[in-house]
Each structure stands twice: as C-alpha cells, then as structure tokens.
C-alpha cells in the first residue's frame, strides 16, 4: 500500500520541474547514442546497397536542428505528467508519480531508436 505523500499543487509542480532536467538529459543521450546507431547500420548494412544513403554534414546538422525540435515537443508532453499527476493521483502517492514519471521517461528516450531500428528492419527487407 502507498501511503498518501500529503504534497500540496506547489509542491506537485516543483516535483515534476525538479525532474525535468533529467529528462531533457535523457532525451539528449538517447538521441546521440540512437545517432551514433543509425550511422552504424547505414554505413555497415545500408551504404553497400544504396548509393543514394549518405551521411553528410548537412544530413548531421538537419537531424540534429530536427531532433532539438523534437526535444521541445517532447518537453511541452512533459508538461502533461503534472496535469495527469494533478488529476488522476487521487491518494497524492508518490509511487504513482513515480510510476508516471518513469513510463513517460521510457517511452521518450525509446523513440530516437526507431530511426536505426526501422533502417535495421530496411536492411532485411530489401537487402538481405
């Protein structure tokens, strides 16, 4: 059993704000180390077969203004986990702050490696 963490709307806020920057640092690794990925997979799987894949400074800078974009969007998402937690945590637990918390963290930082995922599932369907 939870036991109700008594924490008043400010503090609820303060919680979530506290807990931002671990997210947005999350968000940032994931997408470099998703990036680092995807060059792998391209240039070892994907480049031998298509001439038209390349990786370019230009492709770098492109993805990497994209992906701040992303960051952003993600970031006002964010915003709803203190409407939910606002809402729905009836008994103010923090486990199930925590438990928001954690599944939208986990599903944030999953999402940039659907980029050298789908280029993986590419490989095997039209290469391999």
Do not use: C, H
Not at 78 to 99: A, H, I, M, P, Q
């Amino acid at each position: 059993m939870s036991s109700s963490s008594n924490l008043t709307k400010l503090e609820i806020k303060e919680w979530w704000s506290d807990k931002r920057g671990i997210y947005s640092l999350g968000l940032i690794l994931s997408g470099i180390i998703a990036f680092i990925l995807y060059v792998i997979v391209g240039v070892n799987l994907i480049m031998p077969y298509d001439e038209d894949f390349d990786i370019t400074l230009f492709t770098i800078v492109f993805q990497g203004i994209g992906y701040l974009i992303m960051i952003v969007f993600a970031n006002l998402f964010y915003s709803l986990g203190v409407t939910r937690d606002l809402n729905y945590n009836k008994e103010n637990t923090n486990d199930f702050r925590k438990n928001l918390f954690n599944l939208g963290f986990g599903s944030s930082v999953s999402l940039p490696f659907l980029a050298p995922l789908w280029l993986l599932i590419l490989y095997f369907l039209e290469f391999y």
